[in-house]
């Protein structure tokens, strides 16, 4: 379980018993009451860390090489999968990333890799129609 912010608000990324899909729920942040819940059909198995920004979840390979890419991309307000961005590597220096998440103040990643702090800034882009940033 793990609990994710970004420019939407407060997210809880969690897996059941019953499924090999991530869970992701769009809670309040003053009640942490579940505004949507969305199942992302894909194996969180094949999932080394995930992150929200921007209302997408992004599925990130394995952490426990030197290089990955994000191999997922899921727009949790529109309910639909797409195309990660191209050439979207992820860097694991030590390879033992335990924590991934985006902080959407500075607009970067941060990420805790064998006992350093790792930080990714990031550059977003509504190219596409449907205004994904």
Same mark, same amino acid.
């Given at each position: 379980?793990?609990?994710?912010?970004?420019?939407?608000?407060?997210?809880?990324? =969690?897996?059941?018993?019953?499924?090999?899909? +991530?869970?992701?729920?769009?809670?309040?942040?003053?009640?942490?009451?579940?505004?949507?819940?969305?199942?992302?059909?894909?194996?969180?198995?094949?999932?080394?860390?995930?992150?929200?920004?921007?209302?997408?979840?992004?599925?990130?390979?394995?952490?426990?090489?030197? =290089?990955?890419?994000?191999?997922?991309?899921?727009?949790?307000?529109?309910?639909?999968?797409?195309? +990660?961005?191209?050439?979207?590597?992820?860097?694991?220096?030590?390879?033992?990333?335990?924590?991934?998440? $985006?902080?959407?103040?500075?607009?970067?990643? $941060?990420?805790?890799?064998?006992?350093?702090?790792?930080? =990714?800034?990031?550059?977003?882009?509504?190219?596409?129609?449907?205004?994904?940033?």
């Amino acid at each position: 379980m793990d609990f994710a912010v970004d420019e939407h608000g407060l997210w809880l990324i =969690y897996t059941t018993r019953d499924s090999h899909n +991530p869970i992701v729920a769009h809670l309040n942040a003053n009640t942490l009451e579940s505004i949507f819940v969305r199942n992302v059909t894909f194996s969180h198995l094949d999932l080394g860390n995930a992150f929200v920004a921007c209302g997408v979840f992004y599925g990130i390979g394995t952490v426990h090489f030197p =290089y990955s890419h994000v191999l997922l991309a899921y727009d949790l307000l529109s309910d639909q999968h797409y195309t +990660p961005p191209k050439g979207a590597i992820f860097t694991n220096p030590r390879q033992k990333s335990v924590m991934v998440d $985006y902080n959407p103040r500075d607009r970067k990643i $941060y990420s805790w890799d064998g006992g350093w702090q790792l930080q =990714y800034p990031l550059k977003f882009s509504t190219s596409d129609s449907d205004g994904k940033s």
